[in-house]
């Protein structure tokens, strides 16, 4: 173990990793998860319109994006997007797909949760002559999201998990940082082994809360 691993390297390397890469890492989670939330919402109530032309091209839109790795999203939107006059740097180009791929995963847990809803709640909508808007807003989505905070929990989970693609387009997130601070002095064992132990850190306390939301969704009367 000795000749493998060296402490002095590590604390060298550690300051890089967290100062540069943790940071980079939670700011794309956190940022890619409101996307993936708000417009994942908007999917599925697109999925739910009235209108069947609408309806299917929303469908074709998820499954579209749901059958094609991330991987290569990521290079469209960052090598061919500008091509066609619209260019962001790598770390929003991460944010945007990230969180659109996840979009299309978290639109079909809304659906589920608006689906969940009781028909009677339809029903005393309707027979309170409530606005379409204000039934969505006042009466379904207040009952539906509570019941899918858990699982949209989960995929914020996931998603940090894939933070690390973004290394393929210059994105220091934690895997960067240990990469680059590795590429110093060729030695890869510290700093690898490090992001691994920060992204278990980050994957179980993002757990807990996911199972602290699970218990509260529940004690709901």
Do not use: C
């Amino acid at each position: 173990m000795n000749e493998t691993w060296s402490w002095d390297n590590a604390w060298e390397v550690f300051p890089d990793i967290v100062g540069q890469g943790l940071l980079v890492t939670i700011q794309v989670t956190v940022l890619a998860s409101i996307v993936a939330y708000v417009l994942g919402l908007g999917l599925a109530l697109l999925r739910r319109s009235r209108l069947r032309v609408v309806s299917r091209v929303t469908w074709a839109f998820i499954e579209f994006i749901r059958s094609t790795p991330l991987i290569v999203q990521v290079f469209f939107m960052f090598f061919v997007l500008p091509d066609l006059g619209l260019k962001f740097d790598a770390v929003t180009t991460g944010v945007i797909t990230i969180g659109l791929h996840y979009a299309t995963y978290t639109a079909e847990v809304y659906r589920a949760g608006i689906e969940a809803v009781p028909p009677g709640q339809w029903e005393a909508a309707t027979a309170l002559s409530l606005p379409r808007g204000r039934t969505w807003t006042k009466v379904i989505l207040p009952q539906a999201i509570p019941r899918v905070l858990p699982a949209l929990g989960n995929y914020s989970i996931s998603l940090l998990k894939e933070t690390p693609i973004l290394l393929t387009i210059g994105v220091l997130d934690i895997v960067g940082a240990a990469y680059q601070a590795g590429s110093r002095a060729f030695r890869y064992v510290e700093p690898i082994t490090i992001a691994g132990v920060l992204f278990l850190v980050l994957s179980l306390a993002a757990s807990l809360l996911v199972r602290w939301l699970e218990r509260r969704v529940a004690a709901r009367p």
